[in-house]
C-alpha cells in the first residue's frame, strides 16, 4: 500500500465585493447622536438602494440603528458623571460591478462611515474551482504515488482511499 496526499492552489479575481458600511455617532445629548447617525443611515441606505436599481449591487442590508449611554464617573473628583450616548449601525452592499468598490468605499468613508470590504467569488464560480481543486489534487496525489510505485519496481492499478482533509479537519490518507 503506497500513501500519498496532493494539493492544489488557484487564483481566481473576486467577482464581488461587500462594502460594510458601519456608523457611529457619539454625544452628550442623546438626541443629537440619534438624529445624526439615523440621517447618516439613511442616505447610505438610499445610495445602496440605487446601486442595485442600477444593477452595480446584486444585494443590500442594514441593521436598523440602536442607541446606548455609556456613563463615565470621574475618579476622585466631585464632578458629575459624564453619559455620552452612542448610536451605530451597520450597512451592507454586495457590489457585482468592482469598477466602482473603491469609489463607494470612499464615498461611505467622507460621509462618516468606517469601511470595510470583503471580497468574494459567485457560489458558482466557488464550487467550479473547488471542484478543479479536487480533481487536480487527486491528479498531484496519483503522480507522487505513481514515483513511489515506479521506485519499488511497481505499478499502481487501484486507487482504495481518497480523503479530503478539508472536510474532516483532519489529514487523511
Known amino acids: 500500500m503506497i500513501t500519498a496526499s496532493g494539493t492544489s492552489t488557484s487564483y481566481t479575481a473576486a467577482e464581488r465585493a461587500t462594502v460594510r458600511a458601519r456608523i457611529s455617532v457619539e454625544s452628550h445629548d442623546r438626541n443629537k447622536s440619534v438624529s445624526i447617525a439615523t440621517e447618516l443611515h439613511n442616505?447610505?441606505?438610499?445610495?445602496?438602494?440605487q446601486l442595485r436599481e442600477r444593477g452595480d449591487a446584486t444585494w443590500h442590508a442594514a441593521e436598523a440603528p440602536s442607541t446606548w449611554a455609556s456613563v463615565r464617573y470621574p475618579n476622585?473628583?466631585?464632578?458629575?458623571?459624564?453619559?455620552?450616548?452612542i448610536t451605530q449601525s451597520i450597512l451592507r452592499v454586495k457590489l457585482s460591478n468592482l469598477e466602482i468598490v473603491a469609489l463607494v468605499a470612499e464615498e461611505f468613508t467622507r460621509a462618516g462611515a468606517e469601511v470595510d470590504i470583503d471580497w468574494a467569488l459567485t457560489e458558482a464560480t466557488k464550487?467550479?474551482?473547488?471542484?478543479?481543486?479536487?480533481?487536480?489534487?487527486?491528479?498531484?496525489?496519483?503522480?507522487?504515488a505513481n514515483d513511489y510505485a515506479a521506485a519499488l519496481g511497481e505499478r499502481i492499478t487501484r486507487v482504495v482511499t481518497v480523503s479530503d482533509s478539508g472536510s474532516s479537519g483532519h489529514p487523511g490518507p
Do not use: D, Y
Open 76 to 85: 476622585g473628583t466631585n464632578k458629575p458623571a459624564v453619559t455620552t450616548h
Open 127 to 144: 464550487r467550479e474551482r473547488e471542484r478543479e481543486a479536487r480533481r487536480a489534487a487527486v491528479g498531484a496525489s496519483r503522480e507522487i
Open 43 to 49: 442616505a447610505l441606505f438610499a445610495r445602496a438602494v
